[in-house]
């Protein structure tokens, strides 16, 4: 049993550890439905457009259609509004308790977390805080989640949370109350909790995790399982003709917010944690980054995450990006190494800041055909941070990051601003199209995506390879377990089974002894205790028909009884006891006659009796019979 538990311990290490190599298959075949249910949507689109034109109105009639018949079947919360500045992150308002009493709270959309927590302690930087209402119920349990420069402490409680403009509620849902942070609120921080979006398997505590919102509604609504973000910078310009703003919009249970472009590039979601992508390609202008494309993605995916405000790059692959943006650029300052790194706001022109630098890519690996990847465009003024110094004059923040280590990217607001993004859980998909907002002044520079194109290398490459060069030593430990466990297993059934067979023939050997004949060996034995003593069990079963019959010998019974040795020499024991004549059974033969067929038995060893008869010879082995 133990030999069994190790082995089964091994196995479940080791497909534990493999689980990042295989991951990739699950994507695929979460895309391949995705596909299947994209091409019915195609059909009904190409029937309208049968129908009506221009096309851009059959997008519209097919888009409401579609929509109908989902709402029928689904719930769903559209035209939630996102606020943010500066565009640092975008919340959402959601009221906890019963009409809001508990308070109204600006919550963070983030698709890198899975908990939602709203402040409950007073010290913090929020403005609002959580109040117990009537509905609210407290655990006295407590869980913490770290970030990369912040952390906090919250406690569990199960209250009515709905959206600040929507009439709908969720009844008993479980959220964190936050009774201690570090650097998690600013001051006069700009918002009060934050809502996890991400998978619920890296929902905190990792042990009894709180529910995820999105897993709630979809659990106990019945609501689809996608959502869509639409996140907008209004940026002025180089002339300054509109002021700069940050706004967006939300929908849960559906991604029906309206597009420019109704076509939507997806990609896959690669592993059911954070959402999960494959980068195939970076690009500065037209210069592509000269970089392994494994390198983006490895030892994690990169991932979408509306969570973080820049795009955080590899630093390998930063130092390469640096000198291209840097040549046309050509800023001299002092700080230049900080201004590259993030961590300065410097003046620029306007005018260099919009229209005099190249754009940079991000490519991803497309769903619909695995050799192929589409570009997300991420113009200079999304690269470059608008922003606002401390005597409130514009700068610019370099919104590439390096990060040192191992990792892939992640894809931030700077980049996600420009798109409507659908979160397509159910199919397991990320899809992206260019958004209204995408670009500035009056929606000048909006472009659709470009539809996807030939890769012109084996995308196989870019994935995280599945055994880490860190992990190398792990698995063969793993493995060296398991190969060892196994033959350890084998060897132990192999014992077991010569102990049960050595036992076995112990016990037989008890039991076959010459059985006790009156006058002979003993001096007087019953029937019953001689058949005890001389017969196994299923012979017991067999000689039980026979009992009280008389047996009559013929020729033809000596081969039926071939089969039964240890019956035929009991036969001949009663019928031998029976005659005067087993009185001469000590000599070393005697003769019996009975229906003319004449059978002699001559006793040559301890553990063979011979029974000759007039038909030939046969030899009985008293080692192996039960007689």
């Known amino acids: 049993v133990l030999l069994l538990l190790l082995l089964l311990a091994v196995v479940v290490c080791i497909c534990a550890n493999a689980a990042d190599g295989v991951s990739t298959r699950r994507g695929v075949r979460f895309g391949d439905v995705g596909d299947d249910i994209g091409t019915v949507t195609k059909h009904q689109s190409l029937h309208l457009k ?66 939602l927590a709203i402040s409950a302690d007073q010290s913090d930087g929020a403005s609002t805080h959580f109040k117990n209402t009537n509905t609210t119920q407290r655990e006295d349990a407590t869980f913490q989640i770290s970030y990369v420069i912040s952390s906090f402490i919250a406690q569990r409680v199960r209250d009515i949370v709905s959206f600040a403009v929507d009439t709908f509620e969720a009844e008993d849902t479980e959220f964190g109350a936050i009774i201690s942070s570090v650097d998690f609120f600013p001051q006069e921080s ?143 300052i002092d700080s230049k190494t900080d201004f590259y790194n993030g961590k300065s706001c410097i003046y620029i022109d306007a005018k260099v800041v919009y229209e005099g630098l190249p754009d940079f890519t991000i490519s991803l690996l497309s769903s619909s055909n695995s050799s192929e990847h589409f570009h997300l465009r991420v113009p200079s003024y999304r690269y470059l941070r608008y922003a606002l110094d401390e005597s409130g004059s514009i700068c610019y923040i370099f919104s590439l990051v390096p990060i040192d280590g191992e990792t892939g990217i992640t894809i931030g607001i700077s980049a996600l601003a420009g798109f409507v993004v659908s979160f397509d859980r159910l199919r397991g998909r990320i899809g992206f199209a260019t958004s209204s907002c995408a670009g500035y002044g009056h929606n000048k520079n909006l472009s659709p995506i470009p539809p996807a194109a030939s890769i012109g290398f084996d995308a196989s490459k870019c994935f995280p390879e599945p055994l880490h060069k860190q992990d190398i030593s792990s698995v063969w430990v793993f493995v060296t377990l398991g190969v060892g466990g196994g033959i350890l297993l084998v060897l132990a059934v192999i014992v077991i089974k010569n102990i049960l067979k050595w036992r076995h023939r112990k016990i037989a ?69 029976k005659n005067a004549a087993m009185a001469a059974a000590t000599r070393n033969q005697s003769s019996i006659t009975k229906d003319s067929t004449t059978h002699s038995y001559e006793r040559e060893n301890t553990n063979e009796f011979v029974v000759t008869d007039n038909t030939g010879e046969v030899n009985f082995d008293y080692g192996m019979s039960d007689a």
């Open 509 to 577: 050997g008890a039991s076959m002894v010459m059985p006790d004949i009156p006058g002979v060996n003993v001096d007087d034995v019953s029937d019953e205790q001689r058949r005890v003593t001389s017969q196994h069990p299923h012979q017991r079963k067999q000689n039980r028909a026979k009992r009280g019959r008389e047996l009559v010998w013929t020729e033809s019974d000596d081969q039926e009884r071939h089969t039964s040795v240890s019956s035929q020499i009991d036969v001949e024991i009663d019928n031998a006891r």
């Open 50 to 115: 049968l129908k009506r034109n221009p096309s851009h109105l059959t997008y519209h009639l097919t888009n409401y259609t579609n929509t109908l018949a989902r709402q029928r079947r689904n719930p769903s919360i559209n035209n939630l509004t996102l606020h943010g500045f500066p565009a640092v992150a975008y919340h959402v308002e959601l009221d906890f308790g019963y009409k809001g009493q508990g308070g109204t709270f600006r919550c963070v959309v983030d698709t890198g977390s899975s908990n």
């Open 190 to 332: 700009e918002y009060d909790g934050i809502l996890g979006m991400a998978y619920a398997s890296i929902a905190r505590p990792s042990s009894n995790a709180v529910e995820p919102f999105l897993d709630s509604l979809v659990r106990k609504k019945n609501f689809l399982d996608i959502f869509a973000l639409k996140m907008c910078v209004q940026l002025p310009g180089p002339v300054s003709v509109v002021p700069y703003a940050a706004f967006g919009e939300m929908t849960i249970g559906s991604d029906d917010i309206g597009l420019v472009f109704p076509d939507l590039q997806y990609t896959h979601i690669q592993k059911t944690t954070y959402y999960s992508v494959v980068v195939t390609q970076l690009a500065v202008g037209d210069q592509i980054i000269d970089a392994d494309c494994a390198v983006y993605n490895s030892p994690f995916y990169s991932i979408v995450d509306s969570g973080t405000t820049d795009i955080i790059i590899p630093r390998i692959v930063h130092d390469k990006i640096v000198p291209l943006i840097d040549a046309e650029l050509q800023i001299n």
